[in-house]
């Protein structure tokens, strides 16, 4: 089903092996491995290269390195967190190859912080049993980004907005893209999604521009299966006034920040022993609920931080210059904060080498649910998952190529029906997001998932542009499956069923009919 208008479209003249869809980290991991091994490969991204999530990345990547930690652990924290839906299988995958992983990062440049005799230094955060996270100051995700970029050696074209796949026969071909107005259709054996998440679609957020789930909605659009799109991961600690929204990093908390109510009250061991370092999930709920009880603003304080003798401006510069930015001295002063959406948990459904139902299509990163995290991430699992499931991609791929040969004399431009509009409405995407927020955002309940699910289905079939009925596409995705779920499990909470139900421990799924049946 394709959303793009009829428009000419001309064959991209170069042809390659692979094509991979953003410029991330798991994108760039895996063309990066895809390169190493001769292929042709070219990544499309949507900005520029670095604009990404990736880069946004503050707190570190969690590996099980420190002489007190083993991957075993790691593994336990994992199933944890995840609420009861972590796929034991990928979570095992996860931890152990994930030291390999982290390795090739620093042989591929990446650096991270050391003590004076070279060693890593590990820090802390929400739901770990010990410190295994690495980081660079207060931007890793930026190094990581910085030193896949140096590594990687095949093609990027920048500022090329992909707008349909080409599929035939449960067969995908390659993708169409947009660029300087112009539309380019580009053939390969094998192209990955590697497009970031959905956190984007939402009013408050923390994600760039860019992170719209553009490449999820598309994959279902194509008959990709789409897997747990219920659970979306709302991070507790943002600041978020006027037009400014940042995170504030989970590591914040690790090196010893507290979490007060507007009576300067630190509240959160009313909510969990592990108090601000609960998981993500219970520290959100907590902060919405205090908020209602006290009627005032929660905040997060550094300051016992420089009490343990941390110099906050050296550990945490980002954060530090940001918050100055606004007029608050993280040393000095309570900065308010609110949960807002970071991470997508739902994505493609994949195995454990990124292959999707659709022949020569595969997912990596955000855009894609291998089940590792569940119904709740684990704290700085996702920059692991990039690097270990780009890997296993990349791995995957380069197999399936020796099997997809194309004949580029025969393959089809684009064959799916157009979706039509039945009304002249027009939305806007701050229409999409203020809906999703209010209606499928911390709290949800029947009713609002109601008015959300109708509100969706118009925006498809409405005159609005190709980017509010692809959005439109997930967040009716999003709200059915959050009206599916009668229980509150990790990232979805249900006001009208807010307990865990035994019944319902099993990975929804939604699917391209599941689409056709409700628009």
């Excluded at 991204?45 to 930690?69: M, N, R, Y």
């Excluded at 993280?330 to 900065?335: G, N, V």
């Excluded at 692991?384 to 004949?407: H, K, N, P, Q």
């Amino acid at each position: 089903m394709k959303l793009l208008k009829d428009v000419e479209i001309k064959e991209f003249p170069k042809r390659y092996d692979a094509v991979v869809i953003g410029s991330g980290a798991a994108g760039l991991f895996c063309a990066s491995k895809l390169s190493q091994v001769g292929l042709n490969v070219c990544i499309l991204t949507k900005e520029a290269a670095d604009t990404c999530s990736t880069k946004l990345a503050q707190g570190g990547i969690a590996v099980a390195l420190p002489p007190d930690d083993s991957p075993l652990l790691h593994y336990e924290d994992t199933l944890k967190a995840g609420a009861g839906l972590v796929d034991r299988r990928t979570a095992l995958i996860l931890v152990e190859e994930g030291v390999k992983r982290v390795i090739d990062l620093i042989r591929m440049g990446a650096t991270f912080e050391t003590d004076e005799r070279g060693l890593l230094k590990f820090t802390k955060e929400a739901a770990h049993s010990v410190s295994r996270i690495v980081y660079y100051k207060d931007k890793t995700g930026e190094e990581v980004e910085r030193a896949l970029l140096d590594s990687y050696r095949g093609d990027i074209i920048e500022h090329a907005n992909v707008k349909e796949l080409i599929v035939k026969d449960n067969r995908c071909y390659g993708v169409i893209f947009e660029k300087n107005g112009k539309y380019y259709a580009i053939h390969a054996p094998v192209t990955a999604i590697a497009t970031g998440g959905a956190a984007g679609l939402y009013e408050k957020n923390t994600n760039p521009a860019t992170s719209t789930g553009d490449g999820i909605a598309m994959a279902l659009r194509y008959g990709a299966v789409l897997r747990d799109l219920e659970f979306v991961q709302f991070h507790p600690t943002a600041f978020c006034e006027d037009d400014t929204c940042f995170l504030i990093s989970e590591s914040v908390r690790g090196e010893g920040a507290i979490i007060v109510d507007s009576y300067g009250r630190r509240f959160m061991g009313d909510y969990h022993p592990l108090w601000e370092l609960a998981p993500r999930d219970v520290v959100t709920r907590a902060i919405e609920n205090q908020k209602k009880i006290t009627g005032g603003k929660v905040f997060l304080d550094f300051r016992p931080i420089k009490e343990k003798g941390i110099n906050i401006k050296e550990r945490f510069p980002t954060i530090t210059e940001k918050l100055k930015e606004v007029g608050y001295d993280p040393e000095k002063d309570l900065i308010p904060i609110t949960p807002v959406a970071h991470y997508y948990i739902g994505g493609i459904n994949v195995d454990t080498f990124g292959r999707t139902n659709i022949t020569g299509l595969f997912a990596i990163g955000e855009a894609s649910c291998t089940g590792v995290h569940g119904a709740n991430r684990l704290a700085s699992n996702s920059l692991l998952e990039c690097i270990v499931f780009g890997e296993r991609t990349a791995y995957g791929m380069y197999r399936d190529l020796r099997f997809l040969s194309l004949d580029f004399e025969k393959i089809p431009f684009n064959v799916s029906p157009l979706v039509r509009k039945t009304t002249d409405e027009n939305f806007t995407m701050k229409d999409l997001k203020r809906v999703l927020w209010k209606y499928a955002g911390i709290i949800r309940d029947g009713g609002g998932l109601t008015k959300a699910i109708e509100l969706f289905r118009r925006m498809i079939r409405s005159n609005s542009s190709y980017e509010v009925k692809n959005g439109a596409v997930l967040a009716l995705g999003i709200a059915i499956s959050a009206m599916r779920r009668e229980e509150s499990r990790g990232g979805h909470y249900r006001s009208d069923f807010p307990y865990e139900r035994e019944e319902m421990r099993f990975h929804s799924t939604f699917t391209f009919q599941d689409l056709i049946n409700s628009i």
